[in-house]
């Protein structure tokens, strides 16, 4: 069984950055492939980025390219989503997840481990 939280959320100003973090436990971290989603009030829940197992193999959403980056400490057990230049359309829940040694995927299906989410709202 594997544990994630999420943290760093927060209000902020369109423009403005912020960095979350999901802390993992309970299995080897370089043995996940950790994805970030989120989730807008009254829509689906959709794919932001992620991170092979390996992180030889990150993959972005083409509306956050450019402007968020995904790294991973595996000392720390601890997978990061730096988002900057932050819009109002970034407003959501974000959530990591994870899979066992699986490839990275877009869908949220084969993830097995879900955090509790965090909330991120940015204001114009």
């Known amino acids: 069984q594997v544990q994630l939280v999420e943290s760093g959320g927060g209000l902020v100003q369109a423009g403005d950055s912020l960095r979350l973090s999901c802390a993992a436990s309970?299995?080897?971290?370089?043995?996940?492939?950790m994805g970030w989603f989120r989730q807008a009030p009254g829509k689906e829940r959709e794919f932001v980025g992620g991170?092979?197992?390996?992180?030889?193999?990150?993959y972005y959403a083409d509306s956050v390219k450019g402007r968020f980056t995904i790294s991973r400490d595996n000392a720390k057990s601890t997978v990061y989503l730096q988002m900057n230049s932050l819009k109002p359309e970034d407003t959501a829940v974000y959530f990591c997840a994870a899979r066992t040694w699986g490839d990275l995927r877009l869908n949220q299906s084969p993830y097995d481990y879900w955090g509790q989410g965090t909330q991120v709202t940015v204001s114009s």
């Open positions: 991170s092979s197992w390996s992180g030889g193999r990150i």
């Open positions: 309970g299995r080897t971290f370089s043995s996940l492939t």
